[in-house]
């Protein structure tokens, strides 16, 4: 039946407008950071039940909903893959093997943080690679900072950098002091330029991996249970593999387009010099120093110890358990023992949960036996020697954080505000005049809205709010729902403006590399190429997948004439 806030006629009731003004007052307060980020979101808890839209209770259930849950066990996880050093390994063996050309070297991390994301959470993963890349940076400076002092005292007046004479001359101890000087501050600039291109690019990609697979990113589950609530006979047309046989390549262009933007921001037009074709000997010469540095740092590693180990066997087990809980294509190990009258009763958060349980009760080495002092010409018993555990809660305390378990909780009371006042069901009668322009156009207009909406809020409010508006929108003009669905669903991802706009993007911002204006500038463009490839994904080969080219018998629920 109807919300009992929702509108009469064409007027929106005074709830409406109370929650209308709440999404208003906090998105603007998060685009200026006027208050910081948690703070804002925290506003719902004050505002939605002195205004009667939601009681205190509801409001601050979703402040620790399951998804945030999610959130700290994959930050938990990441925490221990840090905590004993397991990133630093991981970040040496990549350089290893793909070696230190920025161009090569932005795309390794983009391919492996991309990855990672289809199977865990986007927050998650990016919590773990960027430790992992600013040790890549750390290794690369340092190498850098070597190699030009080598070629400061092997190279004289050959570097053209700093020349400042037109014949060669001995440069006085002042001079020289100066150049050098000089020297470092453009190294630091380069290295801090260098920085800001990885950062994005790890957390956009991790944006951009999570779409590919329909358990990596919240919206894609939002949608899943949308559909299945708002059309019942529906098939399960959205399954595990129909979503990957869309999103997949969807994500791999998208990713590809990604890289070599970035490239051109933040390395320039010269491919040769970024993928280190027609080096001359100097530059040869420092390329092997650099590689050389890296791999005496990795050998100082010694081998993987025990603590090692067991985290990284952990975590490939919860990406197993990820994986095969319920696929879709096939039953998973938790469809037959944990579902009970269609209602699952474990998710992904009671997995990790379970994994991070583990790492606080697994030693961090093997547990030995101490032989006691003799006492009176006697062997004493031995005393069981035991290692600290994989993970402690002082450690979880300092890396968690906070602020952004918050900000998610904000983003989700927000959306259920705006389902319980009504204002979703008010917007979608506002959006049928769209009927009266060509499909493809209704595609990318709605692409851009949701886009620049994920900006503001979490992209699960965004998917929340924006799914069963689209849905009744569809069934109103005649259109396969899924063919707006889906490509709002995977534009809600395309959050690359704005600090606030996803937990990767605020995780990168925290480190204090980056400030607003280069995600802005960085994410305009991409947020553009992220919206004309999903409207080309949704025209192209979504359509024998889902049969989009005509009006399914399951959506016309309505009475409605549709065919």
Not at 119 to 130: C, F, P
Not at 140 to 154: D, G, M, N, R
Not at 444 to 457: G, I, K, N, W
Not at 495 to 516: C, D, E
Request: proline share 6%.
């Amino acid at each position: 039946g109807p919300s009992p806030h929702s509108s009469t006629g064409n007027l929106p009731s005074c709830i409406l407008t109370k929650c209308a003004y709440t999404i208003i007052l906090m998105a603007l307060f998060w685009c200026t950071e006027a208050l910081p980020l948690a703070v804002t979101a925290l506003i719902p808890v004050v505002f939605f039940p002195l205004m009667k839209i939601m009681d205190s209770e509801t409001v601050c259930m979703e402040y620790l909903s399951d998804t945030n849950m999610l959130f700290v066990g994959g930050l938990m996880v990441a925490t221990a893959v840090e905590h004993c050093n397991l990133h630093k390994r991981i970040a040496l063996q990549v350089l290893l093997i793909i070696g230190v050309r920025p161009a090569l070297l932005i795309m390794g991390f983009m391919i492996v943080t991309a990855f990672l994301s289809m199977w865990i959470s986007n927050t998650a993963t990016t919590a773990m690679m960027v430790p992992i890349a600013q040790a890549v940076l750390d290794q690369l400076h340092k190498s850098e900072q070597e190699t030009s002092s080598w070629e400061q005292v092997a190279g004289g007046n050959n570097n053209k950098a700093f020349e400042l004479q037109e014949a060669p001359t001995i440069p006085s101890a002042p001079e020289e002091a100066q150049k050098q000087g000089v020297g470092n501050k453009l190294l630091e600039k380069k290295h801090l330029h260098f920085c800001k291109g990885m950062s994005l690019a790890v957390c956009y990609s991790a944006s951009i991996g999570g779409i590919a697979t329909l358990t990596g990113t919240t919206p894609n589950l939002v949608m899943k249970g949308q559909m299945d609530q708002l059309f019942p006979m529906n098939g399960n047309v959205v399954n595990f593999a129909s979503w990957f046989a869309f999103a997949f390549p969807t994500m791999v262009l998208l990713l590809v387009l990604s890289w070599l933007w970035l490239q051109l921001l933040y390395l320039g037009v010269d491919f040769r010099k970024n993928f280190g074709c027609g080096a001359n000997d100097l530059e040869k010469a420092k390329a092997r120093l650099a590689y050389g540095v890296i791999k005496s740092e990795h050998k100082k590693l010694g081998s993987m110890s025990f603590a090692e180990i067991a985290v990284l066997i952990l975590f490939i087990i919860l990406v197993l358990l990820w994986f095969t809980r319920d696929p879709g294509f096939m039953p998973g190990w938790a469809t037959d023992l944990f579902i009970v009258d269609k209602t699952s009763y474990v998710t992904d958060a009671t997995v990790v949960i379970f994994i991070s349980l583990l790492m606080f009760l697994i030693p961090s080495g093997i547990p030995s036996c101490a032989a006691r002092p003799m006492q009176n010409g006697k062997n004493q018993p031995g005393q069981i020697l035991t290692s600290p555990p994989l993970l402690n809660w002082k450690t979880v305390n300092e890396k968690m954080p906070w602020n952004i378990v918050i900000l998610l909780g904000g983003g989700f009371a927000l959306a259920k505000g705006s389902e319980e006042s009504g204002l979703s069901s008010w917007l979608g009668s506002k959006l049928t005049p769209l009927q009266n322009i060509s499909p493809v156009a209704i595609v990318f207009l709605l692409c851009l809205l949701v886009a620049l909406f994920t900006e503001c809020t979490s992209n699960v409010a965004t998917t929340s709010l924006f799914l069963p508006i689209l849905a009744s929108m569809a069934q109103a003009i005649c259109l396969h729902p899924l063919y707006v669905m889906l490509p709002c669903t995977l534009s809600s991802s395309l959050a690359f403006m704005l600090p606030v706009a996803t937990p990767p993007n605020a995780i990168v911002f925290s480190y204090g590399q980056l400030k607003v204006i280069d995600m802005a500038k960085a994410g305009c463009v991409l947020n553009i190429l992220g919206i004309l490839t999903i409207t080309l994904a949704i025209n192209t080969w979504a359509f024998p997948l889902f049969n989009l080219d005509k009006f399914p018998i399951w959506a016309n629920n309505t009475g409605g004439t549709c065919k």
